[in-house]
């Protein structure tokens, strides 16, 4: 064996000595015990840096400067103080020696949460997390330091008075935790404490430190710089390689994941593909990493370059500039020109060009090219002009510097929409396409593209004996029925998730969807009390929950369940501000975005036009014997749908309400029609329930069709109804082919109004018209705002009638009598038509836009794009094919009975400070038509809010 050199031996003696001493440590804490010192089973289980910093201590001291080291703390009392207005609430933040709270106060009323965790290094932003019942939840505002103010948090920003209901799961604190003790199968359910190590720690790059600590060698030890490049660069691809999807194997969570393997042991990223033949970088992309494999740099390496080619965690460096800069010198230096005026004003010496260049230049092989002499010297900023900053829209997960490392800056262009997925990496090939239809369907539902749910869906089809035990690839495909409209097929792949994961809320939460969809809410009552039983705090579940035995006449049900929620989410209620809202009378309605016992709301006409007749106004959350008198058949629904079902019948019969009720005395039973109307609701309702499994399948309209009495004989060339779903079969007769995208549609739609930027710069508008209703016209004004607030007001000869939108409530006024709530299927529609930015927000809107043949509207040819929404019904929309205008919207209002159509038609298009806007708006329902023609529109000025306060109750 030949000889070891003195610097070997002494190397090896100091890891000898230093495996030594640890075990005389460990054993002196074992034998002398200290009353507060850990036991040595505690001690091995330490995370973190205490168990390296012995013998990296500058490492480790390096480490804990870093923005890692500090990915997540605990609250203190020095968080900063400050407030966010929104429109109808307001969230403070405040601190005291007690700690730091953020109060939510809307309507008068205050509840209080203690923030328990910071997420994020508060270089750029910092998130806040609450620990509830052992479950974590996401406040609404972060803390942006370079405005130093408060304002709402990454994906809050479209929603109008969000609260602190929002779930953080594994994914969410996957990258900013060291180590989450998240509980499996459930959504954001963790151990107490949810981190036995807060902030990343050493094993998150390094590995388990366990052999290390018995053997300390290098070989030992993950050491990421000397692994291949897929376990190399999955070190840091863990985090800052977010893709559009992220796919655990079988069985998997993310936070098995070890450093010193690739990836796709654990979990699949999948990214958009960038078009072939395009420049590189082009396209906006949002992490890191896929802009650093996008750069020359990187593509000339050979799979040399990475993360740690330039970036050290152990060493934060004093100055950026001048570090950065040596990096790129390592490389570049012989680029530059040789003129005496560039070389004397170098900074940086030979001797550090040479050292960078055997860290660095050794990891590239970048064809060099003589830079022009006007070139900047070097030591210019080599960062600034070729990786500069940019702003971030998406929080963390948007790169804040430009990785694609260009000569020149160039503008990036948006991916084309039907841009498709790959896998960064392929798994194994046996997971491939299993993985990639759970992508596909992730991504498809979050971009609400049809064709990609599908394409997902049929890819988890062909691999669905090959996985016959796998809960995850079950849900997958649940949620693609789901969407497809397939209730029973949904139902059934639901159904084999929760057998193969009993213990998962979220999966009988998906099963009751399905029922839901289908009609059959005391299967998703069952299914919803099993996901709350497993989980009381999974939201999702018991919000829904509450509505449906509400909804169902269990009142007694749903205010113990109220209160059992309440008192989890407020644990310490004696700290809470005492105007905080009963238990009773607050159910979370923001946790019910699984749809599951929704209730069913819509568009319909405005409620102005709707009957006047003096009787008493619904009442949200009360079943209609609650509030109205002689109710006999439809007892157990909820009075807000009592309207619509009436304004169903007499659609469907083409009558008014006084063909069944007595005028001004609607309890009494004098006529005759309304004992035969109660014979026929039973008829259809029992009808329904006993053939067709409760799904609503026969409604008054069925026979009736309009007329008092239904025709026995058929109608010639009578046109079948159009359906309101799409299949996943894929047997649908193809559209032609000719048609232009969603996308080309809605983008020409928005030029042909004005264009984008003439559409936000309106901020309020003012219309004063003619409205003609029976034949009658009378003046009309209309008071419009870009927070969705509306005010329609009707200048009768009795008085002004006025119909008011506010964000997201709504009411009418009569003169002489009381105001009342505009019904839920009327608030739907309301709101589109109370939105002025809404040509600009269709897609945040209809989460799913389809397209349909084109029709002909009189002379006009017109493409059709079909809104879809969960458990809402469809709105469909007109386009001219001529101007790319609006030229219809129908939409339907949910009732017990069926479904209310209202058919708006727009024309007589003016310009109007820019922006094209139809002074003619025909409304249709089967049994009422109304037309608004504008005379005059004021936009951007001052409109006083007092004009959409809440009616006083007097």
């Known amino acids: 064996m030949p000889a070891r050199s003195p610097h070997t031996r002494n190397k090896a003696l100091l890891i000898v000595l230093a495996a030594l001493l640890f075990v005389l440590v460990s054993k002196s804490a074992t034998h002398q015990p200290s009353p507060d010192a850990p036991s040595p089973t505690q001690q091995t289980k330490v995370a973190g840096a205490e168990r390296c910093v012995f013998c990296h201590q500058s490492e480790v001291d390096g480490y804990a400067r870093s923005a890692m080291a500090h990915a997540l703390r605990r609250a203190t009392p020095q968080e900063p103080s400050g407030e966010v207005a929104l429109p109808s609430s307001k969230i403070t933040a405040s601190a005291d020696a007690a700690g730091y709270r953020q109060q939510l106060t809307t309507s008068g009323q205050t509840e209080s949460y203690k923030i328990d965790y910071v997420a994020g290094s508060g270089n750029h932003a910092s998130g806040y997390l609450i620990d509830l019942s052992g479950h974590l939840f996401q406040s609404p505002i972060a803390w942006y330091k370079s405005r130093n103010a408060y304002d709402l948090a990454p994906g809050y920003e479209n929603i109008a008075n969000p609260d602190f209901t929002r779930p953080v799961g594994e994914a969410c604190v996957f990258c900013h935790s060291g180590t989450s003790l998240h509980v499996p199968n459930t959504l954001n359910q963790f151990r107490s404490p949810p981190f036995s190590a807060e902030a990343i720690t050493c094993e998150r790059c390094h590995g388990p430190v366990e052999r290390h600590l018995a053997d300390p060698r290098a070989g030992t030890i993950v050491n990421p710089a000397k692994l291949a490049p897929a376990p190399r660069d999955s070190t840091c691809e863990q985090c800052h390689l977010f893709g559009v999807a992220r796919v655990p194997n079988p069985g998997k969570q993310f936070s098995e994941f070890l450093a010193g393997q690739p990836l796709e042991h654990t979990f699949t990223i999948y990214h958009n593909a960038v078009p072939p033949g395009s420049s590189a970088g082009s396209f906006k992309v949002i992490s890191h990493v896929e802009q650093l494999a996008l750069s020359k740099c990187a593509r000339s390496s050979n799979q040399k370059l990475w993360c740690g080619t330039c970036h050290d965690p152990h060493s934060k460096p004093a100055e950026p500039v001048a570090y950065y800069r040596e990096k790129c010198l390592a490389c570049h230096a012989s680029d530059f020109p040789s003129n005496p005026a560039t070389a004397s004003s170098a900074s940086v010496t030979s001797a550090s060009v040479t050292s960078a260049s055997a860290t660095v230049a050794s990891a590239t092989s970048v064809e060099q090219k003589p830079l022009p002499a006007s070139h900047a010297a070097k030591d210019s900023d080599c960062i600034s002009c070729h990786m500069p900053r940019r702003n971030a829209k998406d929080g963390g997960h948007t790169a804040f510097t430009d990785h694609r490392i260009q000569r020149r800056a160039e503008p990036e262009a948006e991916l084309p929409p039907d841009t498709g997925i790959v896998a960064w990496r392929e798994p194994s090939s046996a997971l491939r396409k299993r993985n990639l239809g759970i992508a596909h369907i992730d991504a498809g539902v979050g971009r609400r593209s049809q064709s990609m749910v599908i394409q997902g869906f049929h890819e988890l089809t062909e691999v669905q004996s090959q996985f016959s035990d796998d809960p995850e690839m079950f849900s997958w495909m649940g949620q693609a029925l789901l969407l497809g409209r397939q209730s029973r097929e949904a139902e059934i792949a639901f159904e084999r998730a929760a057998q193969l994961a009993p213990t998962s809320p979220v999966n009988e939460g998906n099963v009751a969807s399905a029922y839901a969809q289908a009609g059959n809410l005391d299967g998703a009552r069952t299914h919803l009390e099993r996901a709350v039983s497993i989980d009381p705090l999974y939201l999702p579940a018991s919000g829904p929950l509450v509505q449906l035995y509400r909804r169902q006449g269990k009142n007694a049900e749903a205010d113990e369940l109220s209160s059992k929620i309440e008192a989890l989410l407020h644990p310490s209620a004696s700290s809470v501000d005492a105007n ?201 004004e209309i008071f419009t705002t870009a927070s969705r607030k509306q005010s329609i007001v009707r200048h009768l000869g009795k008085g002004d009638s006025v119909t008011t939108i506010n964000t997201d409530a709504g009411w009418f006024v009569m003169p002489g009598r009381a105001a009342r709530p505009i019904a839920e299927a009327d608030l739907d529609g309301a709101l589109l038509d109370a939105d002025l930015q809404f040509p600009l927000q269709i897609r945040e809107i209809f989460p799913e836009l389809r397209r349909e043949y084109p029709e002909k509207i009189g002379d006009r040819e017109a493409y059709i794009l079909v809104g879809i929404r969960e458990n809402l019904p469809i709105v469909k929309f007109y386009f001219d094919q001529g101007t790319g205008l609006l030229i219809r919207q129908i939409r339907f209002a949910e009732s017990p009975f069926g479904q209310n159509p209202t058919q708006i038609d727009y024309s007589d298009y003016r310009a109007v400070d820019g922006v094209q806007i139809p002074f003619r708006r025909t409304t249709s329902q089967p049994a009422a038509r109304s037309v608004i023609q504008l005379n005059r529109i004021q936009q951007n000025v001052r409109i006083n809010d007092s004009v959409f306060a809440p009616p006083v109750v007097r």
Do not use: W
Request: glycine share 6%.
């Open 580 to 780: 905080s809202s009963s238990a009773s009378a607050r159910a979370p309605s923001s946790a019910v975005p699984s749809g599951a016992a929704r209730s069913e709301t819509a568009g319909s006409a405005p409620a102005s036009v709707r009957s006047t007749a003096n009787v008493s106004a619904p009442v949200a959350g009360k079943n209609a014997e609650q509030v109205f008198k002689n109710i006999q058949v439809l007892k157990g629904t909820l009075s807000d749908h009592i309207f619509p079902a009436m304004e169903f019948i007499s659609n469907s019969l083409g009558v008014n309400c006084t063909f069944c009720h007595v005028e001004n005395h609607f309890d009494k039973d004098d006529k005759k029609p309304k004992k035969t109307a109660r014979a026929m609701m039973r008829m259809t309702l029992a009808l329904n329930k006993s053939t067709f499994d409760a799904r609503r399948e026969v409604t008054c309209y069925s026979c009736h069709r309009g007329a008092q009495h239904p025709e026995d004989v058929p109608l010639v060339a009578a046109q079948p109804s159009g359906s309101t779903t799409f299949s996943l079969s894929g047997e649908n007769e193809p559209l032609p082919t000719n048609l232009p995208t969603v996308s080309e549609i809605l983008h020409r739609y928005i030029a042909s109004l004005g264009g984008e930027q003439a559409l936000r710069q309106i901020t309020t508008r003012v219309e004063k018209a003619t409205a003609t209703f029976g034949g009658v016209s009378t003046p009309l």
